[in-house]
């Protein structure tokens, strides 16, 4: 079967144009190599307004988009919480329930033959269950896992919370996991971690990617003592890790540096991290361009003691020559080496000493930056890692597939 002929039916949970987080980012590289290779048509959550962005984007989807304006985003975090408490359902399925996208799904099938469903996160994979057809989720995370380290450094009540969303989230994913066909894994640690609890499903290793040439070095540095952190501030791990970061490591370097400061930028900042800002400390919100702010720094920092997948942001840093200071979870899953192309602290004084270090040691720090540069360009470019998708859908629909959809029609299966 010839790639251009492949039907393919992407499901996405929003619009993934004008990435400004790791999630749309993934997503984005993702659909623009299987529209440059496949039939595509895509169905998801957005606006219409969001739908004319994907379609001015990517024209080749016009008329093969179908996008709905989910009401259940409009809810608050603190209703959501206690009605998945209350229904024993996981948050983030409650918020991607809806009668009205799985009808829009139903219509599709009823119009197309697909060959093939690719979704994006297990809980838009749940939609996909009652199709004989041959299906994939795209595996961000392993986000039971993700839960399950936010219990770790979480306080008493989050803590009880979190650990009720894992327990939950476990069964959710892994039942939608085992009924598909293949996994897209963005690290090795999360597939020994699937490996485990969802055995004989192929994963395919598809690591988070960087856009080389979008994420260039352009070195314009206007602080030697100045850090910068990027990240969706709306996600647990990232809040997380800045306010570890602002209590526990900063004091240590403001001591030594009393000059230096950290722009945090990225969009949905928590009211106690805003509360923060000074002039030592500086909290952009949301940015159309994130590489001026990057270039300006000395030193990017990833302070993350959660979270599950590989973090974009370590490679985009890479890719524009920063010295990077990242947690051991922070940099997980990605190949670096402690002191070749990154440091790695989990301590917040070794930390601290760590982005001092680079202040004050001009060959440790382009080292760090010719080396990072170089590992991005030979191993994550995005047109490189999205490769190993062709080969999953090839193994999947070679005569020798190691599981295969036991129906061939694309309709519906019956009860």
């Given at each position: 079967?010839?790639?251009?002929?492949?039907?393919?039916?992407?499901?996405?949970?929003?619009n993934p144009?004008?990435?400004?987080?790791?999630?749309?980012?993934?997503?984005?590289?993702?659909?623009?190599?299987?529209?440059?290779?496949?039939?595509?048509?895509v169905?998801?959550f957005g606006?219409?307004?969001?739908?004319?962005?994907?379609?001015?984007?990517?024209?080749?989807?016009?008329?093969?988009?179908?996008?709905?304006?989910?009401?259940?985003?409009?809810?608050?975090?603190?209703?959501?919480?206690?009605?998945?408490?209350?229904?024993?359902?996981?948050?983030?399925?409650?918020?991607?329930?809806?009668?009205?996208?799985?009808?829009?799904?139903?219509?599709?099938?009823k119009?197309?033959?697909?060959?093939?469903?690719?979704?994006?996160?297990?809980?838009?994979?749940?939609?996909?269950?009652?199709?004989s057809?041959?299906?994939?989720?795209?595996?961000?995370n392993?986000?039971?896992?993700?839960?399950?380290?936010?219990?770790?450094?979480?306080?008493?009540?989050?803590?009880?919370?979190?650990?009720?969303?894992?327990?939950?989230?476990?069964k959710?994913?892994?039942?939608?996991?085992?009924?598909?066909?293949?996994?897209?894994?963005?690290?090795?640690?999360?597939?020994?971690?699937?490996?485990?609890?969802?055995?004989?499903?192929?994963?395919?290793?598809?690591?988070?990617?960087?856009?080389?040439?979008?994420?260039?070095?352009?070195?314009n540095?206007?602080?030697?003592?100045?850090?910068?952190?990027?990240?969706?501030?709306?996600?647990?791990?990232?809040?997380?890790?800045?306010?570890?970061?602002?209590?526990?490591?900063?004091?240590?370097?403001?001591?030594?540096?009393?000059?230096?400061?950290?722009?945090?930028?990225?969009?949905?900042t928590?009211?106690?991290?805003?509360?923060q800002?000074?002039e030592?400390?500086?909290?952009?919100?949301?940015?159309?361009?994130?590489?001026?702010?990057?270039?300006?720094?000395?030193?990017?920092?990833?302070?993350?003691?959660?979270?599950?997948?590989?973090?974009?942001?370590?490679?985009?840093?890479?890719a524009?020559?920063?010295?990077?200071?990242?947690?051991?979870?922070?940099?997980?899953?990605?190949d670096?080496?402690?002191?070749?192309?990154?440091?790695?602290?989990?301590?917040?004084?070794?930390?601290?000493?760590?982005?001092?270090?680079?202040?004050?040691?001009?060959?440790?720090?382009?080292?760090?930056?010719?080396?990072?540069?170089?590992?991005?360009?030979?191993?994550?470019?995005?047109?490189?890692?999205?490769?190993?998708?062709?080969t999953?859908?090839?193994?999947?629909?070679?005569?020798n597939?190691?599981?295969?959809?036991?129906?061939?029609?694309?309709?519906?299966?019956?009860?």
């Amino acid at each position: 079967m010839r790639h251009s002929n492949l039907k393919v039916l992407h499901l996405v949970p929003y619009n993934p144009v004008q990435p400004d987080f790791g999630g749309a980012l993934r997503i984005y590289h993702v659909l623009q190599h299987l529209l440059n290779n496949y039939d595509v048509t895509v169905a998801g959550f957005g606006t219409k307004e969001q739908e004319e962005m994907l379609i001015q984007e990517f024209p080749q989807l016009k008329g093969k988009s179908y996008f709905h304006n989910h009401v259940n985003e409009g809810l608050s975090r603190e209703i959501v919480k206690l009605k998945s408490v209350l229904t024993n359902t996981s948050a983030w399925r409650l918020l991607t329930q809806s009668v009205e996208f799985e009808r829009i799904i139903d219509n599709l099938f009823k119009k197309e033959q697909f060959d093939l469903v690719i979704s994006e996160f297990p809980v838009i994979g749940m939609y996909t269950s009652k199709y004989s057809v041959k299906s994939i989720i795209n595996c961000h995370n392993v986000e039971y896992d993700n839960f399950r380290r936010m219990t770790q450094v979480s306080g008493l009540l989050k803590r009880w919370f979190y650990k009720k969303q894992a327990d939950i989230f476990f069964k959710e994913e892994t039942e939608a996991l085992r009924q598909q066909n293949a996994l897209l894994v963005t690290s090795n640690l999360d597939i020994d971690e699937l490996e485990i609890t969802v055995p004989g499903v192929p994963k395919y290793l598809v690591p988070n990617g960087v856009d080389t040439t979008f994420f260039s070095p352009d070195e314009n540095i206007q602080h030697p003592h100045s850090l910068v952190f990027v990240g969706m501030m709306g996600y647990v791990p990232n809040y997380d890790g800045i306010q570890f970061f602002l209590e526990e490591v900063f004091p240590h370097v403001l001591k030594k540096y009393p000059d230096c400061t950290i722009t945090i930028v990225g969009k949905n900042t928590p009211e106690f991290i805003t509360s923060q800002a000074s002039e030592n400390v500086i909290i952009t919100g949301f940015v159309e361009d994130t590489r001026p702010y990057i270039n300006a720094a000395s030193v990017y920092v990833v302070p993350l003691r959660m979270g599950s997948g590989t973090r974009l942001k370590v490679m985009e840093a890479l890719a524009m020559k920063k010295p990077v200071v990242s947690t051991s979870i922070g940099c997980e899953g990605i190949d670096v080496t402690r002191e070749k192309n990154i440091l790695i602290e989990d301590d917040p004084k070794a930390f601290a000493d760590a982005v001092m270090r680079l202040f004050e040691n001009h060959e440790l720090r382009s080292k760090l930056s010719e080396n990072g540069h170089k590992l991005v360009h030979e191993k994550y470019d995005w047109q490189s890692v999205c490769k190993e998708i062709d080969t999953c859908i090839s193994h999947m629909f070679s005569e020798n597939s190691l599981k295969t959809s036991s129906h061939s029609s694309s309709e519906p299966a019956t009860a």
